[in-house]
């Protein structure tokens, strides 16, 4: 990676590297995956980061006091609990004490930027609020993907020589009040770098304020835009790039505050800086609000401990009828319990739902390239459609069609009005809203590209790498890779309910190009010359489950032999059975308890093409734990679609290597995922999106909540609360492995960063050995009857 060397001071690049590497990314919204909010954080314990994170956001990563007191209450959380967690200064007894207390917390102040110093001394000042508006306004349209009729004429120069440009002509600042605002605007440095420097030579930071966490603040006050800006650098250093997008939008963001300072009255800043110019939190307070959110989770914890110590390894296995390999998804482990109980004798997997083949998708027609892999990876080639010359020319009318559509959904002629006196004429385009479908591409065949020559030793190494991790080393006559996707009309979040472990895409593409892959008879033949060999009537077929009617689609069966035409007939009986039986399960929480079972999956498909509906489905909503495991610990177990559950023999993994990748890769996605919902639900305004019903798609490619403002980061409101109360239950992901403690160990010692997720406590580790638990701490194993007891 090439870079230049700053003008700005070294302590001074210090404090924006480290400022800006706090800020988690927010990936668009066609491929926005879950993300852990604090992913800037995980090197430092958890009870520290809320302290740095409340200074800057105003908001604790903690659920209110009341929440924990109410919980204790309700015996959610004993006694002993409070006694595994508590130390010297905070004793189990006063822990009580703490919450019973009316008017005891963690409440505190951010540190102000000079806007909010402004609304403090002006009477109806709302310079906090207009600063943000106008950094969103310029970047909408600096990042805009084809939403707004206007394109700016400098988006080629960068963000902030864009801004500054722009800016030097824009009245909007002196009309509201910030007089010379233009003129300010002109005495900058073209450079951004040199435009930081000069703003922070001009403000005013108390010495008792550390730049850190000073420059954290400002871009905390556009933690949206911050958060795509970190994508692009992001997206961008996979390719060795330096994006400096990010360090750009902070030095536009002071740049206003430097301008305020410079336009009002300074003796009223300085007076409020001396004076309020700190966060005042109290770090004790939340120790103790730390310390009640693990009581919380080890009550969770203990549970699924036990329930997985009473599980029986079952006798011999025969050969399966059909295996059917899932994603971990939580959402998956419904669907494979309900599988497992109408053909119980078929066997099903739980593996990442890429399955082991991080590939880019590239569109046949359009041309578009998407990562069909966690976004932790980077794809190592690209399939695309095989698409005859006249279904690439309808391909490419019905995109353009399908563009221009969305092109007057977004102009100004679609506003109510015209709808309204267009009446009748209106109504048939507003239906085909309701016509979406599960996200797969639903290609006719697909092929890597260049699959001529070059790319079959890839495509043998990709397939020895995924049944060695998925574990399949017996096969049944008909295996099943079955990707997952979701189905909603009118949401611009639909991408979160897809895969993530597909880039917050469906797993059609991935499950596809895994069956294809595995029956090639090359493949076969090179798999065969390195000791696998596969079976000659084992099939494999790929299929995709929508997670919306739990109806599982196979694709390709005009092309299924005859030979195991009956295995078919076995799998597509045993899958509606399925369905039915899954329905009827999610079909409470979604209020549709009452449904009739004749009825229920004609519910469930209007339910996807309604587009009033805000919670089409659950999504991952209450995730709690991951496990990684042999499936008889958990085939028995109801677990209610809260746990990923990844399939994993540690006797076969010799030298760890699966055991290394579960917890480098699956269990970090979990981790965000559960990280992500978590954070939405113990601060729903500040790291969650709002209320769905009042957002808008800006740039074409996130949310505001309104009219204008910053992007919205996290997940609405209507994704983890019913209306009435919250759905999801904020614990942090407990993650149990059945391996050798000192396999465990080995790679801990060897990954650094998976290591600080549990030494920090983001997350927490259980292993399981025989019939005993242990809890990983930084200073040995706990056995489960402790579980807990030292952080």
Not at 51 to 79: C, N
Not at 398 to 422: D, I, L, P, R
Not at 677 to 686: F, I, K, L, M
Request: hydrophobic share 40%.
């Amino acid at each position: 990676m090439t870079t230049t060397e700053s003008p700005i001071p070294t302590k001074t690049r210090h404090a924006i590297r480290t400022a800006t590497e706090r800020v988690a990314p927010l990936w668009p919204l066609q491929s926005f995956v879950a993300v852990n909010p604090f992913l800037g954080f995980t090197g430092v314990p958890f009870e520290q980061a809320c302290v740095k994170l409340a200074g800057a956001t105003g908001a604790l990563p903690l659920l209110e006091v009341d929440e924990y007191r109410a919980t204790f209450e309700a015996g959610e959380i004993a006694q002993h609990h409070l006694e595994q967690n508590a130390d010297a200064v905070w004793t189990s007894e006063r822990l009580v004490d703490f919450v019973k207390k009316p008017q005891t917390g963690a409440d505190g102040a951010t540190i102000p930027t000079m806007a909010d110093l402004l609304d403090r001394s002006l009477p109806r000042a709302h310079w906090s609020v207009f600063i943000v508006e106008e950094i969103s306004k310029w970047c909408a349209v600096h990042f805009d993907k084809n939403q707004t009729t206007w394109i700016s004429p400098w988006r080629e120069l960068g963000l902030y020589k864009a801004w500054r440009e722009a800016a030097l002509s824009d009245r909007n600042p002196e009309a509201f009040g910030l007089k010379g605002f233009r003129r300010f605007v002109r005495a900058l440095p073209g450079d951004a770098e040199e435009a930081t420097e000069c703003c922070l030579d001009l403000l005013p930071i108390p010495g008792n304020v550390d730049l850190t966490d000073f420059l954290h603040r400002q871009l905390m006050t556009i933690p949206g835009w911050a958060g795509y800006a970190q994508y692009l650098a992001r997206e961008d250093l996979f390719q060795n790039k330096d994006n400096p997008v990010l360090r750009e939008l902070l030095a536009i963001r002071l740049a206003y505050d430097a301008a305020i300072f410079s336009a009002f009255d300074r003796a009223i800043a300085l007076k409020e800086a001396a004076e309020a110019w700190v966060s005042h939190w109290d770090e004790s307070a939340i120790a103790a609000l730390s310390k009640w959110q693990l009581a919380y989770e080890c009550g969770y914890q203990e549970k699924l401990g036990k329930w997985l110590l009473a599980a029986q390894p079952p006798a011999a296995a025969s050969t399966p009828c059909f295996q059917a390999v899932f994603c971990i998804d939580v959402r998956s482990g419904i669907f494979r319990r309900h599988l497992e109980s109408v053909a119980k004798d078929c066997q099903t997997i739980g593996f990442a739902g890429f399955f082991g083949f991080p590939v880019a998708y590239r569109n046949a027609a359009s041309g578009a390239t998407s990562a069909r892999c966690p976004v932790l990876l980077t794809p190592v080639t690209t399939a695309m459609a095989s698409l005859t010359e006249t279904e690439s020319r309808d391909r490419l009318v019905s995109n353009q069609v399908s563009g221009a559509w969305k092109a007057f959904q977004n102009s100004a002629a679609s506003c109510f009005t015209f709808v309204e006196a267009a009446g009748i004429f209106f109504g048939p385009n507003l239906g085909l809203k309701g016509s979406s479908s599960c996200g797969c591409e639903h290609e006719p065949s697909l092929v890597f590209e260049g699959e001529q020559a070059a790319s079959l030793d890839l495509q043998v190494d990709l397939a020895l790498g995924a049944l060695k991790n998925m574990g399949l080393t017996h096969f049944a006559r008909l295996v099943l890779i079955c990707g997952h996707g979701s189905q909603s009309a009118n949401n611009p979040y639909a991408s979160a309910l897809d895969c993530g472990a597909c880039g917050g895409h469906a797993g059609d593409i991935n499950a596809r190009l895994a069956a294809s892959t595995l029956n090639h008879p090359e493949v076969r033949r090179h798999l065969e010359a390195r000791g696998v060999k596969l079976p000659d009537d084992t099939l494999f077929l790929a299929g995709i489950h929508n997670t919306m009617t739990d109806e599982v689609s196979l694709f390709d069966e005009e092309s299924f032999p005859a030979s195991h035409q009956k295995d078919f007939s076995n799998l597509r009986q045993s899958l509606d059975q399925a369905q039915r039986l899954s329905n009827a399960e999610r079909a409470g929480l979604l209020g549709m308890a009452q449904v009739s079972q004749e009825k229920m999956p004609a519910s469930f498909m209007n339910r996807c093409a309604d587009i009033s509906q805000v919670r089409p489905e659950w999504g991952l909503a209450n995730n709690a734990a991951l496990i990684a495991a042999p499936r008889w610990r958990t085939a028995a177990l109801s677990l209610d679609g809260r746990v990923f559950l990844h399939d994993y023999d540690a006797g076969s993994d010799v030298d760890s290597s699966i055991l290394t990748l579960i917890l480098c890769a699956p269990v970090v996605v979990a981790s965000w995922i559960n990280l992500q919902y978590y954070a939405s639900r113990v601060n729903p305004q500040e790291y969650g999106s709002g209320n769905k019903t009042l957002h808008n798609v800006t740039g074409g490619l996130g949310i505001v909540e309104g009219n204008t403002g910053d992007l919205r980061t996290g997940l609405p409101l209507q994704s983890i609360n019913d209306g009435t109360r919250f759905v999801h239950e904020a614990r942090r992901l407990s993650v149990f492995v059945e391996a050798p403690l000192e396999k465990i160990d080995v790679v801990l010692a060897a990954q650094a960063g998976v290591c600080d997720l549990f030494r920090n406590t983001w997350l927490h580790l259980f292993a399981m050995e025989g019939s005993a638990i242990f809890r990983w701490s930084s200073s040995g194993w706990i056995p489960f009857q402790d579980l807990g007891a030292e952080q």
